[in-house]
């Protein structure tokens, strides 16, 4: 087999994998979106809040602590504690549904029926918000994230391909390990979804706001349950984000890797998000080993752009996304 | 930070009153934004050595030096308006700590006759001095860092690197394209081959980057990163086993930030620097003394003897021994910006210098001139050591490749001289 | 008291249908010009021109351009940054090639330069309608971006890859370069804020505003009751690029004076002008005025206050400059989800009725 095949498999698989890493930030757009309809610019913001809430409950961080400081003259840091990952995890998770309840309460509540770009507009002043927040909660060092998930290359696959191509296959770790968690929480999602009565009432909303209202289903407990979801999947994103990179301010920026996905996936479905991010991974990864260095690298970030942008020429709704029939 | 917001407020409006007689000094840090992890440590040691200053000595020569903090974020924008806020106060002195704002403030600051120091950053041929009257960039710039990596891995390997493949791994912006000339001028004198490899902003995904590095095989790999670029890219080169000592990253690619999260594995990962590392030195002492305890520490005072607080450090020293030099060339302590630009072209670092400093071999000897605004490209080689969690030095100061460089230099702020009707002079 | 159309009598079509019908209304304009032109200029120093004027004037130039294709045509736009980068390309090799042509006409033709990639990455807005939209402009952002970092003919080779403007002069002043006396630019913004402004409230009440906001308000039946989506689209894509590149070449040669593209006109621009655009009021040219202070002097403010006022740590200034800007956005959605411009709006509604409203 030639050389070039051989190396342009393994760009495939790692674009797949690279795929999964976006989608799993793309889904926390789509729940939302589905279920209320704001294209929630916030998403990437909450993904870090969440991952530097986690590190802060992981190593006894104290929150505010150098507002407090400041304003009190005091000299906290820590609480002394070291919590085990799981622990922590399950705080966070309350930390992100009291978030979800704030949200609703304080932000979107007052804005139901307004414009999408309004409510686009909302999630960027939440996001805004959340940035300042973080960062004066946990403070702006970079922190490091373990809570366990295992990095670098996988030598199985690395010692099975050298058999059979006389060249061994680079997959992370970690990579293999956010694909299960992505697949898991993809099914668990449609799961929940299709067969449980909060699932159902979710669906309900995101058909038809009015008609769920006027069969009994409080509209702000499902808003809550989503945003609660959302938050829970940013918190996953955050935690394979930052174990790869560290907890940092960049980390909000993973959203703009998101969109592409989103947009050719759809923004209502979630099934297209795992679709939509296996296309732009294998698709910028392959472009940028076939074409990248003809024309100097670097293209990733716009080929990705690019290529939903033709997909979008000929389906303009995405993928999977719901059909757009337009009346007069 | 034991001053509480009250008495904050308080010293604010008292300080508000006419002290123009001070030495002020701004530092437009970036606490927040993507690179606040960089700049608070930086930051920090750049204030604390003039609290140090000011609390053990009384200032430089009788004036108390007065540092003015603007929060830039490493916006251009926001750089611009910290520059006019700031000017008008008699400040001597900029630290842009941002290429992006070095490059809007070379022609205003040269224009309101205020000095920059870029140091280690910035226009490279700025080095030139016949040109760039009030920029400064000793001790060190980016084509002498280009070079001291291939210096070093010239001596790793016996004095011949023809046929090795190194390949460069950088941001793909202007910061992180300035190696490029310098590497080809070397390659083609050396006869290594030249791979380039741009990561584009931010950088969070480099699996084609550190894929193709895997099929290529390079030797060597040289990066040119900023920010989550670097932690990135040292966690994917431990991801495909490359070895960490053939992994060269600029000053600003090797700081505890871009090493930590990729753990016990990134031992060996090589950076180049300016400055001595780790805080064994006396200096340290009256700094734990006069500004830590004393609750006068212009951060947590947690980052004391990180490499990028002993570089704020180091910027700050020169920055006052610049104005030492200023006040005996002028013959009075309360010096102006022109008397201070005076003092930093003629400053002179000696190692009795240092150690009278209580920084014995902090970092190169230099000399500034009219001609030679940037030192003598004189740099050494770091390595990190996760097991004691610190940057080591591994090699002396050792001085570029000056005749590849100098020839760039000339050659490219004569062009600047030309675009912007300077006329070269050195009187 | 005094604004009201009462005793304001019109004995022509012309007056009938000029731009601000009301007296009251109209010379109060007439006063805010005379002092922008013939005051502001003698009282502003350094720091006001370069903190404040001058990125309120270029800002609020590229918010009526998007102003123009998202607030009246309803084509959301993410690709601002990516459209200014072209106009201050544009202007740098204009400049640099035709150092004797006036920096003015350049700045207008690298307008037109953006115009023509306007309207090029406007075509897929023929099949691709809302936050799809918009997320498509990203394509034309990323890729600007990376082709002026990319390409050296753009920044003429230089070593650094930025691109710095030379002196370049109007009536024997300098408007760029190191020289320029804050007065100058200041005016030189003016200039074209106000050109920009009357053109764009001329074109949106006229003939081409019409279409704009029959395509917004539903494309299909504009489309049936005779307007050509074609052209009423890219003309609004051609437009509002025009303005948005003569607010990059303003930003790049007078305000900032040399750049790098990645960060000066990087996707926080695209978000940043559509802030503007939307917090000042979708469909209004006072909203772009209106939205382009907030956003550039709420800042600035804030910091003045927190550090220079009371004396606090910059970094923790800093946070909660993001938390106060984030709360008033959502805030001001919460009270008033039109913007700025409606608020204004209701103001001058209740003005004219006062002291009797009822």
């Given at each position: 087999m030639p050389e070039q095949l051989v190396f342009a498999m393994e760009v495939f698989l790692n674009g797949l994998m690279a795929g999964v890493l976006y989608a799993l930030v793309a889904l926390g757009f789509v729940l939302i979106y589905k279920a209320s309809g704001i294209f929630n610019y916030a998403q990437g913001v909450m993904a870090l809040f969440a991952a530097l809430t986690l590190v802060g409950i992981m190593d006894g961080q104290v929150p505010f602590s150098h507002l407090i400081n400041a304003v009190f003259g005091t000299e906290i840091h820590h609480f002394g504690w070291h919590l085990p990952a799981l622990l922590a995890i399950v705080l966070t998770m309350v930390v992100m549904i009291a978030l979800a309840w704030l949200v609703n309460h304080f932000v979107f509540r007052h804005l139901v029926n307004q414009e999408p770009i309004i409510l686009f507009m909302a999630s960027i002043g939440l996001a805004y918000f959340l940035e300042g927040m973080g960062d004066i909660m946990w403070g702006a060092d970079i922190k490091k994230l373990d809570v366990g998930l295992p990095q670098g290359i996988n030598s199985a696959i690395d010692e099975i391909t050298f058999g059979i191509f006389d060249y061994g296959f680079f997959i992370d770790n970690l990579d293999i390990v956010a694909t299960g968690i992505a697949a898991l929480l993809v099914v668990g999602l449609v799961i929940f979804a299709q067969y449980t009565k909060q699932g159902r009432a979710m669906r309900a909303v995101a058909d038809d706001h009015q008609a769920a209202l006027s069969v009994g289903i409080s509209l702000n407990y499902i808003w809550v349950m989503v945003w609660s979801l959302a938050g829970f999947v940013a918190l996953?994103?955050?935690?394979?984000?930052?174990?790869?990179?560290?907890?940092?301010?960049?980390?909000?920026?993973?959203?703009?890797?998101?969109?592409?996905?989103?947009?050719?996936?759809?923004?209502?479905?979630?099934?297209?998000?795992?679709?939509?991010?296996?296309?732009?991974?294998?698709?910028?990864?392959?472009?940028e080993f076939a074409i990248g260095p003809m024309i100097g690298g670097a293209t990733e970030n716009w080929f990705a752009y690019v290529l939903a942008l033709i997909f979008l020429v000929f389906r303009p709704q995405g993928l999977f996304g719901e059909k757009i029939i337009e009346r007069v | 930070m034991r001053k509480t917001l009250m008495t904050a407020a308080l010293g604010a409006m008292m300080a508000a009153g006419p002290a123009l007689a001070d030495l002020v000094v701004v530092d437009t840090s970036y606490r927040t934004g993507p690179y606040a992890a960089n700049g608070i440590p930086f930051s920090d040691g750049y204030q604390d050595y003039f609290t140090l200053i000011n609390e053990r000595d009384g200032g430089v020569g009788g004036e108390k030096i007065k540092v003015i903090e603007c929060e830039t974020g490493y916006n251009t924008e926001k750089g611009v308006e910290c520059y006019e806020a700031t000017k008008g106060e008699g400040a001597l002195l900029y630290q842009p700590l941002s290429t992006g704002i070095t490059y809007q403030l070379i022609p205003k600051a040269t224009s309101d006759g205020i000095s920059l120091h870029t140091m280690g950053y910035g226009r490279t041929s700025a080095k030139n001095g016949a040109v760039f009257k009030n920029v400064f960039n000793y001790p060190a710039n980016y084509w002498d860092g280009a070079s001291h990596a291939i210096t070093h891995i010239l001596n790793e390997n016996g004095g011949d690197i023809s046929g090795r493949k190194i390949a460069l791994v950088y941001h793909n912006s202007a910061y992180g394209k300035e190696p490029i000339r310098t590497l080809e001028e070397?390659?083609?004198?050396?006869?290594?081959?030249?791979?380039?490899?741009?990561?584009?902003?931010?950088?969070?995904?480099?699996?084609?980057?550190?894929?193709?590095?895997?099929?290529?095989?390079?030797?060597?790999?040289?990066?040119?990163?900023?920010?989550?670029?670097?932690?990135v890219a040292i966690q994917e080169a431990v991801n495909i086993r490359f070895p960490m000592d053939q992994f060269i990253g600029i000053w600003w690619s090797g700081s505890e930030n871009d090493v930590k999260s990729a753990g016990a594995k990134a031992n060996g990962y090589k950076a180049l620097t300016f400055h001595n590392l780790g805080s064994d030195y006396p200096l340290y002492d009256d700094m734990a003394k006069y500004v830590v305890e004393a609750g006068k520490a212009a951060g947590a005072g947690d980052q004391v003897g990180s490499v990028l607080y002993n570089r704020g450090m180091y910027a700050a020293m020169l920055a006052v021994e610049a104005m030492r030099t200023a006040q005996e060339i002028a013959g009075t302590s309360a010096i102006n910006a022109a008397q201070m630009r005076d003092g930093m072209e003629a400053l002179e670092i000696t190692e009795a210098k240092m150690a009278g400093l209580?920084?014995?071999?902090?970092?190169?000897?230099?000399?500034?001139?009219?001609?030679?605004?940037?030192?003598?490209?004189m740099g050494a080689v770091s390595q990190w050591n996760a097991e004691k969690g610190e940057f080591e030095l591994i090699t002396d100061y050792y001085q570029s490749d000056q005749e590849v460089i100098n020839a760039l230099v000339a050659e490219d702020s004569a062009s600047y001289a030309a675009e912007n009707g300077i006329e070269p002079s050195c009187n | 008291m005094f604004y009201r159309e009462a005793g304001d009598f019109k004995t022509s079509y012309a007056e009938d249908s000029q731009t601000f019908p009301i007296k009251f209304d109209r010379y109060r304009y007439y006063a805010v010009l005379v002092i922008a032109f013939a005051v502001v200029p003698f009282v502003i120093n350094d720091y006001w021109v370069n903190a404040v004027f001058l990125p309120f004037l270029i800002y609020a130039i590229a918010a009526i351009g998007l102003n123009i294709l998202t607030g009246y045509c309803g084509q959301v736009s993410l690709g601002t940054g990516g459209f200014m980068a072209v106009g201050a390309y544009a202007c740098y090799k204009l400049m640099t090639s035709f150092p004797e042509v006036s920096i003015l006409i350049h700045v207008i033709l690298a307008g037109g330069i953006t115009a023509g990639v306007g309207v090029l990455f406007g075509l897929p807005s023929l099949r691709i309608k809302g936050f799809y939209l918009a997320v498509a402009t990203l394509a034309a952002q990323f890729f600007l971006v990376w082709l002026f970092n990319r390409v050296p003919w753009f920044y003429n080779y230089s070593a650094s890859g930025q691109i710095s403007a030379p002196e370049r002069t109007v009536l024997g002043v300098p408007v760029t370069g190191a020289e320029t006396a804050p007065w100058a630019a200041y005016l030189v913004c003016l200039l074209f804020v106000t050109a920009s402004a009357l053109v764009a409230r001329n074109l949106t009440r006229g003939m081409a505003g019409r279409k704009w906001m029959a395509i917004r308000d539903m494309d299909i039946a504009a489309e049936i009751i005779g307007v050509d989506p074609l052209k009423a689209k890219l003309s609004a894509f051609a437009v509002s690029s025009f303005f948005i590149g003569i607010a990059g070449a303003l930003f790049f040669s007078v305000y900032l004076g040399a750049v790098e593209v990645g960060e000066a006109f990087g996707i926080n621009k695209s978000f940043l002008v559509l802030f503007m655009v939307i917090i000042g009021g979708l469909g209004s040219i006072f909203g772009s005025f209106a939205g382009a202070a907030f956003l550039v002097l709420l800042p600035v403010f804030l910091k003045n206050l927190l550090v220079g006022g009371l004396g606090w740590p910059t970094d923790l200034a800093a946070h909660l400059e993001f938390i106060i800007v984030g709360a008033l956005i959502i805030v001001f959605l919460v009270a008033e989800p039109h913007g700025l411009a409606q608020l204004w709006r209701v103001a001058k509604e209740k003005l004219r009725l006062w002291p009797f409203p009822h």
């Amino acid at each position: 087999m030639p050389e070039q095949l051989v190396f342009a498999m393994e760009v495939f698989l790692n674009g797949l994998m690279a795929g999964v890493l976006y989608a799993l930030v793309a889904l926390g757009f789509v729940l939302i979106y589905k279920a209320s309809g704001i294209f929630n610019y916030a998403q990437g913001v909450m993904a870090l809040f969440a991952a530097l809430t986690l590190v802060g409950i992981m190593d006894g961080q104290v929150p505010f602590s150098h507002l407090i400081n400041a304003v009190f003259g005091t000299e906290i840091h820590h609480f002394g504690w070291h919590l085990p990952a799981l622990l922590a995890i399950v705080l966070t998770m309350v930390v992100m549904i009291a978030l979800a309840w704030l949200v609703n309460h304080f932000v979107f509540r007052h804005l139901v029926n307004q414009e999408p770009i309004i409510l686009f507009m909302a999630s960027i002043g939440l996001a805004y918000f959340l940035e300042g927040m973080g960062d004066i909660m946990w403070g702006a060092d970079i922190k490091k994230l373990d809570v366990g998930l295992p990095q670098g290359i996988n030598s199985a696959i690395d010692e099975i391909t050298f058999g059979i191509f006389d060249y061994g296959f680079f997959i992370d770790n970690l990579d293999i390990v956010a694909t299960g968690i992505a697949a898991l929480l993809v099914v668990g999602l449609v799961i929940f979804a299709q067969y449980t009565k909060q699932g159902r009432a979710m669906r309900a909303v995101a058909d038809d706001h009015q008609a769920a209202l006027s069969v009994g289903i409080s509209l702000n407990y499902i808003w809550v349950m989503v945003w609660s979801l959302a938050g829970f999947v940013a918190l996953v994103a955050g935690i394979v984000w930052g174990t790869k990179s560290g907890v940092q301010f960049s980390l909000s920026l993973i959203a703009l890797k998101a969109l592409p996905v989103l947009m050719l996936g759809g923004f209502t479905s979630i099934p297209g998000a795992i679709v939509g991010g296996l296309i732009i991974g294998v698709g910028e990864k392959l472009f940028e080993f076939a074409i990248g260095p003809m024309i100097g690298g670097a293209t990733e970030n716009w080929f990705a752009y690019v290529l939903a942008l033709i997909f979008l020429v000929f389906r303009p709704q995405g993928l999977f996304g719901e059909k757009i029939i337009e009346r007069v | 930070m034991r001053k509480t917001l009250m008495t904050a407020a308080l010293g604010a409006m008292m300080a508000a009153g006419p002290a123009l007689a001070d030495l002020v000094v701004v530092d437009t840090s970036y606490r927040t934004g993507p690179y606040a992890a960089n700049g608070i440590p930086f930051s920090d040691g750049y204030q604390d050595y003039f609290t140090l200053i000011n609390e053990r000595d009384g200032g430089v020569g009788g004036e108390k030096i007065k540092v003015i903090e603007c929060e830039t974020g490493y916006n251009t924008e926001k750089g611009v308006e910290c520059y006019e806020a700031t000017k008008g106060e008699g400040a001597l002195l900029y630290q842009p700590l941002s290429t992006g704002i070095t490059y809007q403030l070379i022609p205003k600051a040269t224009s309101d006759g205020i000095s920059l120091h870029t140091m280690g950053y910035g226009r490279t041929s700025a080095k030139n001095g016949a040109v760039f009257k009030n920029v400064f960039n000793y001790p060190a710039n980016y084509w002498d860092g280009a070079s001291h990596a291939i210096t070093h891995i010239l001596n790793e390997n016996g004095g011949d690197i023809s046929g090795r493949k190194i390949a460069l791994v950088y941001h793909n912006s202007a910061y992180g394209k300035e190696p490029i000339r310098t590497l080809e001028e070397l390659s083609k004198k050396h006869g290594f081959e030249l791979m380039l490899l741009p990561v584009d902003h931010p950088g969070q995904e480099q699996k084609s980057q550190w894929l193709q590095i895997r099929r290529e095989k390079p030797d060597n790999v040289i990066m040119w990163g900023w920010g989550v670029m670097n932690q990135v890219a040292i966690q994917e080169a431990v991801n495909i086993r490359f070895p960490m000592d053939q992994f060269i990253g600029i000053w600003w690619s090797g700081s505890e930030n871009d090493v930590k999260s990729a753990g016990a594995k990134a031992n060996g990962y090589k950076a180049l620097t300016f400055h001595n590392l780790g805080s064994d030195y006396p200096l340290y002492d009256d700094m734990a003394k006069y500004v830590v305890e004393a609750g006068k520490a212009a951060g947590a005072g947690d980052q004391v003897g990180s490499v990028l607080y002993n570089r704020g450090m180091y910027a700050a020293m020169l920055a006052v021994e610049a104005m030492r030099t200023a006040q005996e060339i002028a013959g009075t302590s309360a010096i102006n910006a022109a008397q201070m630009r005076d003092g930093m072209e003629a400053l002179e670092i000696t190692e009795a210098k240092m150690a009278g400093l209580g920084l014995p071999g902090f970092g190169p000897e230099f000399k500034v001139s009219c001609e030679n605004h940037g030192g003598d490209g004189m740099g050494a080689v770091s390595q990190w050591n996760a097991e004691k969690g610190e940057f080591e030095l591994i090699t002396d100061y050792y001085q570029s490749d000056q005749e590849v460089i100098n020839a760039l230099v000339a050659e490219d702020s004569a062009s600047y001289a030309a675009e912007n009707g300077i006329e070269p002079s050195c009187n | 008291m005094f604004y009201r159309e009462a005793g304001d009598f019109k004995t022509s079509y012309a007056e009938d249908s000029q731009t601000f019908p009301i007296k009251f209304d109209r010379y109060r304009y007439y006063a805010v010009l005379v002092i922008a032109f013939a005051v502001v200029p003698f009282v502003i120093n350094d720091y006001w021109v370069n903190a404040v004027f001058l990125p309120f004037l270029i800002y609020a130039i590229a918010a009526i351009g998007l102003n123009i294709l998202t607030g009246y045509c309803g084509q959301v736009s993410l690709g601002t940054g990516g459209f200014m980068a072209v106009g201050a390309y544009a202007c740098y090799k204009l400049m640099t090639s035709f150092p004797e042509v006036s920096i003015l006409i350049h700045v207008i033709l690298a307008g037109g330069i953006t115009a023509g990639v306007g309207v090029l990455f406007g075509l897929p807005s023929l099949r691709i309608k809302g936050f799809y939209l918009a997320v498509a402009t990203l394509a034309a952002q990323f890729f600007l971006v990376w082709l002026f970092n990319r390409v050296p003919w753009f920044y003429n080779y230089s070593a650094s890859g930025q691109i710095s403007a030379p002196e370049r002069t109007v009536l024997g002043v300098p408007v760029t370069g190191a020289e320029t006396a804050p007065w100058a630019a200041y005016l030189v913004c003016l200039l074209f804020v106000t050109a920009s402004a009357l053109v764009a409230r001329n074109l949106t009440r006229g003939m081409a505003g019409r279409k704009w906001m029959a395509i917004r308000d539903m494309d299909i039946a504009a489309e049936i009751i005779g307007v050509d989506p074609l052209k009423a689209k890219l003309s609004a894509f051609a437009v509002s690029s025009f303005f948005i590149g003569i607010a990059g070449a303003l930003f790049f040669s007078v305000y900032l004076g040399a750049v790098e593209v990645g960060e000066a006109f990087g996707i926080n621009k695209s978000f940043l002008v559509l802030f503007m655009v939307i917090i000042g009021g979708l469909g209004s040219i006072f909203g772009s005025f209106a939205g382009a202070a907030f956003l550039v002097l709420l800042p600035v403010f804030l910091k003045n206050l927190l550090v220079g006022g009371l004396g606090w740590p910059t970094d923790l200034a800093a946070h909660l400059e993001f938390i106060i800007v984030g709360a008033l956005i959502i805030v001001f959605l919460v009270a008033e989800p039109h913007g700025l411009a409606q608020l204004w709006r209701v103001a001058k509604e209740k003005l004219r009725l006062w002291p009797f409203p009822h």
